[in-house]
């Protein structure tokens, strides 16, 4: 039915049963009116092979006769196919963007989509995607930690802002539903040394390249994606040379090895990467299964990988290594002056590879102690 429409037109308008008006000064404009009262406009577009397809544009009074012609032409303007793509679609499209620019955390984030969203929301395009359905979705996540929520939906809102940005999504919901997300408290926890040694003694019960791998993570406080990535061709001269495209701080970042570290090293025979349990073809891997011996033997489950590093940090801070060689260590980012920041190029190498023998010889006394 074609209707001239009007604003307070609609306002006053009510049906006895469902009618869809056809607005003469926008073609292609729809209203559908429902007998409840709900009025929703709609736009009818012809895509280039000839198909004919409906696109949603809004709940009135939300979206106002304004709004809906506005946006009408708008999609028209810069063509439907984009507003057909589905949740999926979108995922597809920015993990490509993340992978085009280097971000080495893609695969963790498609795997996430794919593992805990997609299964649900692939199917939907994004402007299917309610509030409700993101609440659902969290409901579902809440019973498998608190972390699993607060990773998704970080994801999730990045996503969406993506998406809006390319025109890909009218609306980020994922925003809303963050405020009521769980949030897990930073860690502070700190091993005590004789924690520390029973880890350092339980890497005995596991597989060789899983037992180096632990106790290199000791000895050196490196990240553990990092550190299991280690290999052969980046030890020159007693210095591991984490690369920039493997460094989480996206800057290459050089390690001097202590003599118990190098001769971890020394012993591995496994290229090109050291520590692993088919030969050097692949890192190795099974962090969690690994976990579970470590925390049978050690006597406490309580802990963390990265809690190694913490605690490497903060008793080099106990013994009195400088925060500055110690933050170097841990390749993050020193706030310094200007001078510092463009002209400092000093390597701080001899200053690092005496903090890590200190450190060395700290780990030999409680462990042999």
């Not at 000839?50 to 709940?59: D, F, H, N």
Request: charged fraction near 30%; include cysteine; glycine fraction near 6%.
């Amino acid at each position: 039915m074609v209707k001239r429409l009007t604003p307070k037109g609609i306002e006053k308008m009510s049906v006895n049963e469902r009618v869809e008006l056809s607005d003469p000064e926008c073609p292609g404009l729809r209203l559908r009116v429902t007998p409840r009262g709900r009025k929703s406009f709609y736009g009818i577009f012809t895509k280039p092979d000839g198909k004919r397809v409906r696109e949603k544009i809004g709940a009135w009074p939300g979206v106002s006769l304004v709004d809906a012609r506005e946006r009408y032409r708008d999609i028209q303007e810069r063509g439907f196919p984009t507003s057909e793509l589905t949740f999926a679609d979108v995922v597809d499209r920015y993990i490509d963007w993340q992978q085009e620019r280097g971000r080495r955390t893609w695969h963790l984030q498609q795997r996430q989509m794919e593992l805990h969203v997609l299964p649900s929301l692939g199917d939907k395009r994004t402007d299917q995607i309610r509030k409700a359905d993101l609440y659902d979705l969290l409901r579902q996540l809440d019973k498998k930690g608190p972390s699993v929520g607060e990773n998704v939906f970080s994801i999730l809102r990045a996503i969406f802002t993506w998406a809006e940005r390319r025109d890909w999504a009218r609306h980020n919901p994922a925003t809303v539903v963050w405020a009521d997300v769980q949030r897990t408290k930073p860690r502070d926890r700190i091993l005590r040394d004789k924690e520390l040694a029973a880890i350092w003694l339980a890497t005995d019960f596991v597989h060789p390249a899983a037992r180096d791998l632990v106790r290199m993570l000791i000895l050196l406080g490196q990240r553990r994606t990092e550190t299991s990535l280690m290999r052969d061709i980046d030890v020159r001269d007693g210095i591991w040379t984490i690369p920039a495209d493997v460094a989480k701080s996206n800057r290459q970042h050089d390690v001097p090895l202590s003599e118990p570290a190098l001769r971890i090293v020394q012993t591995r025979n496994s290229r090109p990467f050291i520590f692993s349990s088919d030969g050097g073809h692949a890192p190795v891997s099974g962090f969690s299964k690994v976990k579970r011996v470590l925390d049978k033997e050690a006597g406490f489950d309580d802990w963390t990988y990265h809690d190694l590093r913490r605690t490497m940090t903060t008793r080099m801070a106990e013994i009195g290594i400088p925060d500055h060689v110690v933050d170097r260590l841990l390749n993050h980012s020193v706030a310094r002056s200007t001078r510092a920041r463009h002209y400092d190029r000093y390597s701080y190498e001899k200053e690092k590879a005496a903090a890590l023998e200190e450190w060395a010889s700290y780990l030999s006394n409680i462990t042999l102690g």
